[in-house]
């Protein structure tokens, strides 16, 4: 059987390491907020070359907290695309704040900075660049968007961890980054996780604030902020997983190589890289006509790919008629019924990608 992500066996390739973390942390009689999460955040920090970094509960949170220490709320809205994981809509809804959604590129699948200009309004405060599948939104032009009219960049990198812009790795570009660390994401824990970075001291100060029900001291509340901690347990995993984190990146662009090559020709379409960014491939996606009988028949052969997204957000029960759009949605809309994951972890032996971009090749 080839599945689309492997925790389990990330695990395996590093058991030694992380049954010795853990049991440490088991006897240390420390499990929340100890010396794991804070070596965890001194040592992330300095891999993105931020000027500090905040365990949180989770990726959704992540967002939610960078925002609210960027005072977005009520009555504000906040720019990003409808083609993401659900979770960076629900942290902006989380906020008060409103969420307006573009399109995204039909090349590179990010946020389609020629739609900004579109939906500014005098209320926009912030935009949320999504790394989307692994590689940089297109932050030459975000960027200078966001100076331009006074808004914050908030980098959304939960599918990125040690991608590079320009030979900068993402998260330490924007006002503030958020990351998840669920146990599939490029840097996963054995459980949930997220991380907030900041080249900016006082955003990270504000960050560590709302974590921990707004104190700085024990028991004193300056904020009000809320529980979102990080165990000890998954930050002493984190810890390990960041020490290969360079060498895992390296292997899922060697088994993109393997798709790329494989299917070239075919008629499957392979993502395009930006040229100024080193990706990380936390998905592989391709598009491909007549996606659920190529599923189907991949399944037949033990293959099991995955859908990164089905619907877009503005169109899901929940989202629908509540959040605000650009005018045309059309790549987003398009991307959804043509997308699809191939199987792609570091663990992933190279013959089980050749196996499945030819079993994809041949179904026409
Ligand atoms: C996974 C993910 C999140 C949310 O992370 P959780 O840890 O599941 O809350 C947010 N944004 C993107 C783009 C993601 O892929």
Redo the contacts with the bound molecule.
Sequence with gaps: MIVCANPAAQYQSYQAEIDAAVLRVLGSNKYILGPEVSALEEEFSRYIGAAGCVGV???????ELALRALRIGPGDEVITVSH?????V??IEATGATAVLVDVDPVTYTLDANQLDTVRSPRTRAVIA???YGQAADLDRIQPFCQRHGLALVE????AHGATWHGRRLGSIGDIA?F???P??NLGALG???LVASTQAALVDTVRMLREYGWKQRYISDLAGRNSRLDELQAAVLRIKLRHLDADNARRRALAAVYDAALAGSAALVPAVRACCEPVY?LYVVQVQDRATKIAALNAQDIFPGV?YPVPIHQQNAYAGRVRTAASMRVTERLAGTVLSLPMYPELPPDDARTVARTLAALG
């Design positions: 509960a989770n990726g959704t949170d992540a967002l993401t994981a659900v979770a960076t629900a942290a999504v790394h989307l959304d990198v939960s599918q958020c998840s660390c669920y599939t994401k949930d996780g997220g936390h990164h």
